[in-house]
């Protein structure tokens, strides 16, 4: 019983995720209440809001899956050190086209994206789950001032890569076309990562001022 009960659940969750998402990238995020949200799911408002406290956590549940990745990635590791784990995940997701890396050029992706980074509530949202990510990290990472500075940082790395794919996604150019010089930026990314960015060189900005 308690199996069917875990199946039902998860069943009727992915339905009502399902349906938001379905209304959110049709007529945005403010155009769509709970209301409609829960008609559409065949499920009663007060239902939903068992599943998701809050509007904005219709949205933010997409990501939850990937809340804790890079901090299994670094227990998971097994003899690798973190930094290789997480570059050869990265690299991995590339290749998958994984929209976390911002290389996903479908079309509801780059809306549903383009959606939570233009609503003021979602991107404050999406910063409390980065928030709880990046605690999970400095975790995994072992704890304390090191761990959570290396946390951040492998963060930041990851949304600059993200963010820089998606920019030129939406200027028009295919996953595929962007692949080659995603994968170099990945690379370029880590490796700075790795020897800091005093090695960036005398010319550039970040030199000692």
């Given at each position: ?9 998860v ?25 409609e ?40 590791r ?9 570059e ?34 979602l ?6 789950y980065?928030?709880r990510?990046?605690q ?21 790395a ?15 150019m ?18 700075l ?17």
């Amino acid at each position: 019983m308690t199996g069917l009960r875990e199946r039902q659940r998860v069943r009727i969750q992915q339905a009502i995720q399902d349906a938001a998402t379905r209304l959110f990238l049709a007529s945005g995020f403010d155009a769509v209440s709970v209301n409609e949200i829960a008609a559409a799911a065949e499920v009663s408002k007060r239902t939903l809001f068992k599943y998701f406290p809050s509007k904005e956590d219709l949205v933010i549940g997409a990501f939850s899956d990937h809340r804790d990745e890079l901090a299994r990635v670094v227990l998971e590791r097994g003899d690798a050190a973190p930094l290789d784990a997480l570059e050869r995940h990265f690299r991995a997701g590339l290749a998958g086209r994984d929209p976390v890396t911002g290389l996903d050029d479908r079309p509801p992706t780059l809306t549903f994206v383009a959606m939570v980074l233009s609503t003021p509530s979602l991107q404050a949202r999406l910063l409390l789950y980065q928030t709880r990510a990046e605690q999970a990290l400095t975790a995994a990472l072992g704890g304390g001032a090191s761990a959570r500075l290396a946390a951040y940082q492998i963060f930041a790395a990851h949304r600059a890569l993200a963010d820089e794919n998606r920019h030129h996604l939406t200027a028009g150019m295919s996953a595929d076309e962007r692949y080659p010089a995603a994968a170099e930026a990945a690379g370029h990314a880590f490796h700075l990562l790795r020897h800091g960015l005093g090695r960036l060189g005398a010319a550039s900005q970040w030199g000692s001022e």
